[in-house]
């Protein structure tokens, strides 16, 4: 889905509408281990702006904070880490978000905030979510629907 496999057999829609695959990819993969998405050698504010500018509003719910963005990504924890990749990821054009894992580095309290925030701002702006995860527990609390992997051939 979010094209990084892209010899493949099949068809991936979203609304029935293919995926275009030309400049911004409208789905975004955020990854269990956020420093190693981002580029060593820039500051996170480049980090951000490598795919929107966001608003203050934004930053303010993920609780990013402005002293961060002069920082280089080995400056910040991997919770600090991964709410500059989940707030790349939610550019305006985004339309679905496959989130791997993306709080198990996380303590309990900042797993709920950032799950809460993100869950709200999709439903707000009709951002697909997929979450994957070992951890039932979090499913049963961020998802509508569980579909388990050892289960698909009984489909």
Not at 9 to 24: A, S
Not at 56 to 62: A, G, I, N, R
Not at 129 to 152: M, P, R, T
Request: aromatic residues 10%.
């Amino acid at each position: 889905m979010a094209g990084y496999i892209t010899h493949y057999t099949g068809e991936v829609t979203i609304d029935g509408n293919p995926i275009p695959r030309k400049g911004f990819d409208s789905v975004q993969l955020i990854f269990q281990h956020p420093e190693k998405t981002m580029n060593p050698k820039w500051k996170m504010e480049k980090v951000l702006r490598e795919s929107w500018i966001l608003p203050q509003d934004l930053k303010d719910t993920f609780g990013l904070k402005d002293s961060w963005l002069t920082r280089w990504p080995s400056e910040l924890s991997g919770g600090e880490l991964q709410r500059f990749s989940i707030l790349r990821a939610l550019n305006p054009e985004t339309k679905f978000i496959i989130a791997d894992e993306i709080s198990t580095m996380l303590d309990a309290v900042t797993q709920v905030q950032i799950w809460e925030a993100l869950i709200k701002h999709c439903k707000a702006n009709n951002i697909g979510i997929l979450a994957v995860s070992h951890d039932k527990d979090l499913l049963e609390v961020v998802c509508d629907e569980i579909l388990y992997f050892n289960e698909i051939n009984k489909i």
